[in-house]
């Protein structure tokens, strides 16, 4: 079973630019999360998705960080303008039944270096 | 709110040492406790959970108990081995069934040396 997708791997951007990111979860999971990762740091939530409905996005700054998943499947996280502060590891994770939904299953993540 | 704390690493121990890492947790409800373990260059990995007060999570030679009484969820391995090295997360989900999400303490590097 393939597990978690995202890309790119790594991106680095000069400050100002934007940036997206792609997440493919698991086949078959509804749940999707979008968690950022500061360095030393363990993941935060930015973003929950119940199929395409975004439930709980309290921590994502909404006025430069915006994030969709239109047929409730695959995801796109995306900064504009990107700022310093936001190089970090964008981690996608997704999860499944009801009664392993607290099994999240993450991928590789997404290292961005801001410049 | 919720939240968690691990011990500092890096924790740098001789291969079959016996490890310890320690996770305490602050939570309002009756929370799910987890251990995440994330190798390098790779996302985090579901290492082991316990859903309620005296339950041991085990995998992989690793366990770790659900205390209630003393709000805590340390880590153990009785022989770690070179490939143990790795960062490894404590978390806790408000819900111990349904849709919830993580918080996470920041990780502690285990290091383990032939």
């Known amino acids: 079973e393939a597990g978690v997708v995202q890309s790119p791997r790594y991106k680095i951007i000069e400050k100002k630019q934007p940036v997206a990111f792609w997440c493919n979860p698991i086949?078959?999971?509804?749940?999707l999360y979008w968690y950022r990762q500061n360095l030393g740091q363990g993941p935060e939530l930015l973003i929950r998705y119940e199929n395409e409905e975004a439930v709980d996005d309290s921590q994502l700054p909404k006025d430069r960080f915006s994030a969709e998943r239109l047929k409730g499947v695959d995801s796109t996280l995306k900064i504009q303008p990107a700022e310093l502060g936001d190089s970090a590891v964008y981690l996608c994770?997704?999860?499944?039944?009801?009664?392993?939904?607290?099994?999240?299953?993450f991928g590789p993540g997404t290292r961005l270096t801001v410049t | 709110g919720n939240s968690v704390t691990q011990m500092e690493g890096p924790v740098t121990l001789s291969e079959e040492a016996f490890l310890t890492i320690n996770c305490t947790y602050t939570a309002t409800g009756y929370p799910s406790l987890f251990w995440y373990v994330q190798y390098p260059g790779e996302g985090l990995q579901l290492l082991l959970k316990a859903t309620k007060a005296d339950d041991k999570g085990s995998n992989k030679g690793f366990e770790a108990t659900y205390r209630k009484e003393t709000t805590s969820f340390h880590l153990e391995k009785g022989s770690v081995q070179v490939s143990d090295s790795a960062v490894y997360f404590c978390a806790l989900s408000e819900q111990p069934s349904g849709y919830s999400t993580l918080t996470f303490g920041k990780g502690t590097m285990l290091l383990v040396s032939p």
């Open positions: 086949s078959g999971h509804n749940t």
């Open positions: 994770a997704s999860s499944g039944e009801e009664g392993l939904a607290n099994e999240q299953y």
